[in-house]
Every structure is written in C-alpha cells, then in structure tokens.
C-alpha cells in the first residue's frame, strides 16, 4: 500500500458518520438479531430471536454487534 491509496480521489467523499455506525438506537428486528447472531433466518431461529428481544430487549442486539 501506498500513501496515494489514503487520499480521496476527487468527485469521492467518504461515507458520513451517521450511517457507519452500527447497534440497535433505531428499530429492529427479530430477523436482524437473528442475522446479527449469524444463524440462518428459519422459524425456530425467529422464534430464539423474539425470546431474546423479550428477555433483554436492546441489549440483545448490542451483545451481538462490535
């Protein structure tokens, strides 16, 4: 790697703040904790998901995301 690959070619701009951050301060899913786990989105792994979202409720995305 070079120091040219760390600049911004021009007519690029890097990719706003807002939408790198990941967690769970919007609205989820029960199909996006059981992707965020990495399992297969099947019923028994929907049904695991929405027992945890009851449980934990936000925190059970947040343990789930760096």
Do not use: C, F, Q
Not at 3 to 8: F, G, V
């Amino acid at each position: 790697m070079n120091a040219e690959s760390d600049k911004t070619s021009p007519g690029e701009i890097p990719t706003p703040d807002r939408l790198l951050h990941a967690g769970s301060e919007g609205e989820y899913t029960a199909e996006d904790l059981v992707l965020a786990s990495g399992r297969d989105v099947n019923p028994k792994n929907l049904a695991w998901a929405e027992r945890r979202m009851a449980e934990k409720g936000r925190a059970s995305l947040d343990e789930l995301l760096p």
